[in-house]
């Protein structure tokens, strides 16, 4: 007879939640699948199977809810119809009636410790995998359809009068780079060839373009042939909430696999390569003999010298140089002097912040004098993209031990400046936080996964307490003890990003939350136990 109750009830539970979890999982499946459509332009075939990645992420925050749910109005129409007093008149005691239930809220249990630890960061990057396989896609599309498309998380936003996706390239571009929402410099060329390439921990643009100008807010000067290369984050898993047990496990042990800090590591390591290069100037411009610094390009090699060489404070990574400053161009194959070039202000600026990154070298208004003509005149501007950064400051801030290499920055210049001192300072923070947030993300799982027994315990309660009343009172009584764990989860990860208080707190406030939700269900099952 116990069996056959315990049956009935299971049934029962098992169809309320079922439609519950399909109505819930359908509505917040296309609702979170909205975002990575609007921003990221992605088309039709790829929204279905988008649609199978994000089912887990939603099923972990809608299986606690149905079941919630489930046993809320199952046990509230079971006592409201006086099957429960009837089960008591036959010597059946409530626990015992509460066993179906209580089979329940185990399987939500492990079922969402599974899909938060293990499932859902394996669908995340394999939808990540798929917007990426349909980057190139992605980014031709939205030229097509609206002439630009901004490159995600980056400062380059792409215009083009028409699009090749077959031969990967774009015709009468213009590049905008931006920076504090503003347009720093702007590009045009003829013709451009965009590759979009995914590495394990982030993904990477490189546009080559030719007869391109560059316009900032000073010249327009022709540059020729021009290569841009941005890093961005991935599109959807770069957060600690999506990675696998694996991937945290090394991230723990090397910071530099997670994106965020990588990327922060990245733009410490070019700030500290401009500041060691200009002093590295610096002190040849000090020689009595040799008073040339070599740069090295492509095809060319550059010697030049300045009256005073600085680092810019407030700029990205810019040397600038005061009078007199000349620069000799040298032919690399023919090792012939070709030009010499004076001028009285120049700039010399790392193009971005990747461990290949070049320099680029600006003189402005300068004197020309051709060597083989004998000629000479004035020109606007000059510019030399694409120069190697000094092989031994690359060197000294190589690959290896980055991190260790950033954390002694400030003693491998003379006169850090202050934007050295601060990235420093903030990649250390960044990397303390970090691993906060992966105890707090490991802890909040944790806590979700164990406290959905409780949470459907008190649901069953709350049902037989509130079976006079509608059927829907019960569950909205028991959604409040569902609420204040939630928020006991949300203030104990915040906690542990604040810097004003420690990492334990706020791991302890999300125990604090369970361990009283808990006592507040013994409590509630104490009483009914005595009625």
Same mark, same amino acid.
């Given at each position: 007879?116990?069996?056959?109750?315990?049956?009935?009830?299971?049934?029962?539970?098992?169809?309320?939640?079922?439609? #519950?979890?399909?109505?819930?999982?359908?509505?917040?499946?296309?609702?979170?699948?909205?975002?990575?459509?609007? /921003?990221? *332009?992605? *088309?039709?075939?790829?929204?279905?199977?988008?649609?199978?990645?994000?089912?887990?992420?939603?099923?972990?925050?809608?299986?606690?809810?149905?079941?919630?749910?489930?046993?809320?109005?199952?046990?509230?129409?079971?006592?409201?119809?006086?099957?429960?007093?009837?089960?008591?008149?036959?010597?059946?005691?409530?626990?015992?009636?509460?066993?179906?239930?209580?089979?329940?809220?185990?399987?939500?249990? !492990?079922?969402?410790?599974?899909?938060?630890?293990?499932?859902?960061?394996?669908?995340?990057?394999?939808?990540?995998?798929? !917007?990426?396989?349909?980057?190139?896609?992605?980014?031709?599309?939205?030229?097509?359809?609206?002439?630009?498309?901004?490159?995600?998380?980056?400062?380059?936003?792409?215009?083009?009068?028409?699009?090749?996706?077959?031969?990967?390239?774009?015709?009468?571009?213009?590049?905008?780079?931006?920076?504090?929402?503003?347009?720093?410099?702007?590009?045009?060329?003829?013709?451009?060839?965009?590759?979009?390439?995914?590495?394990?921990?982030?993904? =990477?643009?490189?546009?080559?373009?030719?007869?391109?100008?560059?316009?900032?807010?000073?010249?327009?000067?022709?540059?020729?042939?021009?290569?841009?290369?941005?890093?961005?984050?991935?599109?959807?898993?770069?957060?600690?909430?999506?990675?696998?047990?694996?991937?945290?496990?090394? !991230? !723990?042990?090397?910071?530099?696999?997670?994106?965020?800090?990588?990327?922060?590591?990245?733009?410490?390591?070019?700030?500290? #390569?401009?500041?060691?290069?200009?002093?590295? %100037?610096?002190? #040849?411009?000090?020689?009595?003999?040799?008073?040339?610094?070599?740069?090295?390009?492509?095809?060319?090699?550059?010697? %030049?010298?300045?009256?005073?060489?600085?680092?810019?404070?407030?700029?990205?990574?810019?040397? /600038?140089?005061?009078?007199?400053?000349? &620069?000799?161009? %040298?032919?690399?194959?023919?090792? /012939?002097?070709?030009?010499?070039?004076?001028?009285?202000?120049?700039?010399?600026?790392?193009?971005?912040?990747?461990?290949?990154?070049?320099?680029?070298?600006?003189?402005? /208004?300068?004197?020309?004098?051709?060597?083989?003509?004998?000629?000479?005149?004035? #020109?606007?501007?000059?510019?030399?993209?694409?120069?190697?950064?000094?092989?031994?400051?690359?060197?000294?801030?190589?690959?290896?031990?980055?991190?260790?290499?950033?954390?002694?920055?400030?003693?491998?210049?003379?006169?850090?400046?202050?934007?050295?001192?601060?990235?420093?300072?903030?990649?250390?923070?960044?990397? =303390?936080?970090?691993?906060?947030?992966?105890?707090?993300?490991?802890?909040?799982?944790?806590?979700?996964?164990?406290?959905?027994?409780?949470?459907?315990?008190?649901?069953?309660?709350?049902?037989?307490?509130?079976?006079?009343?509608?059927?829907?009172?019960?569950?909205?009584?028991?959604?409040?003890?569902?609420?204040?764990?939630?928020?006991?989860?949300?203030?104990?990860?915040?906690?542990?990003?604040?810097?004003?208080?420690?990492?334990?707190?706020?791991?302890?406030?999300?125990? %604090?939350?369970?361990?009283? &939700?808990?006592?507040?269900?013994?409590?509630?099952?104490?009483?009914? &136990?005595?009625?």
């Amino acid at each position: 007879m116990v069996f056959t109750i315990h049956r009935y009830i299971f049934r029962e539970l098992l169809k309320v939640f079922t439609l #519950a979890t399909i109505a819930l999982t359908l509505m917040f499946t296309l609702g979170s699948m909205l975002r990575p459509i609007q /921003k990221y *332009g992605v *088309g039709p075939d790829q929204v279905i199977h988008l649609l199978g990645y994000f089912i887990p992420i939603t099923l972990t925050m809608v299986l606690p809810m149905s079941a919630l749910f489930a046993a809320s109005m199952v046990y509230g129409r079971f006592a409201g119809d006086r099957e429960l007093d009837a089960c008591r008149a036959s010597g059946i005691s409530l626990m015992t009636l509460v066993y179906p239930g209580l089979c329940l809220a185990i399987i939500v249990s !492990i079922a969402t410790l599974i899909l938060s630890f293990h499932v859902v960061p394996a669908f995340v990057q394999r939808a990540e995998k798929a !917007i990426k396989a349909n980057a190139k896609q992605t980014m031709f599309r939205n030229i097509q359809r609206k002439g630009y498309y901004a490159v995600p998380q980056s400062k380059y936003i792409i215009y083009a009068d028409r699009a090749l996706p077959d031969e990967d390239m774009l015709e009468g571009v213009v590049i905008i780079e931006s920076k504090d929402a503003g347009i720093e410099k702007l590009s045009t060329a003829k013709a451009a060839k965009i590759v979009i390439e995914s590495n394990k921990n982030y993904n =990477e643009v490189r546009i080559a373009a030719s007869q391109a100008y560059q316009i900032d807010n000073d010249n327009h000067v022709y540059i020729g042939k021009m290569s841009l290369t941005d890093q961005f984050p991935s599109l959807l898993a770069d957060n600690i909430k999506f990675q696998k047990i694996e991937q945290i496990k090394e !991230i !723990i042990r090397d910071p530099m696999e997670y994106f965020p800090v990588y990327d922060l590591a990245l733009r410490t390591r070019a700030q500290l #390569a401009a500041e060691m290069l200009a002093q590295d %100037i610096s002190t #040849a411009m000090n020689q009595p003999d040799d008073r040339y610094y070599e740069l090295i390009g492509e095809d060319k090699t550059i010697f %030049i010298s300045a009256g005073k060489c600085t680092i810019v404070k407030g700029a990205d990574w810019q040397v /600038k140089l005061t009078a007199p400053i000349r &620069l000799l161009e %040298i032919d690399r194959v023919r090792q /012939k002097l070709l030009y010499q070039y004076d001028s009285n202000n120049g700039t010399i600026t790392l193009q971005d912040s990747t461990l290949e990154s070049r320099l680029e070298l600006v003189l402005d /208004k300068p004197r020309w004098k051709d060597i083989d003509e004998g000629i000479s005149g004035f #020109a606007q501007r000059y510019v030399v993209k694409d120069l190697a950064l000094p092989e031994v400051i690359a060197r000294r801030i190589g690959r290896q031990d980055l991190l260790e290499t950033l954390d002694a920055a400030p003693s491998m210049v003379d006169t850090p400046t202050g934007e050295l001192k601060g990235l420093r300072g903030s990649l250390l923070h960044k990397i =303390e936080s970090t691993i906060n947030e992966i105890n707090a993300e490991m802890h909040s799982r944790l806590v979700l996964g164990v406290g959905c027994l409780t949470l459907i315990l008190t649901g069953i309660a709350l049902g037989v307490i509130f079976r006079g009343g509608h059927l829907l009172t019960a569950f909205g009584a028991s959604s409040i003890p569902a609420g204040i764990l939630i928020v006991c989860i949300m203030t104990g990860k915040e906690l542990t990003k604040n810097r004003a208080t420690s990492m334990e707190s706020g791991i302890m406030v999300m125990w %604090i939350g369970l361990a009283a &939700l808990s006592v507040a269900t013994l409590v509630i099952y104490r009483k009914l &136990l005595k009625t």
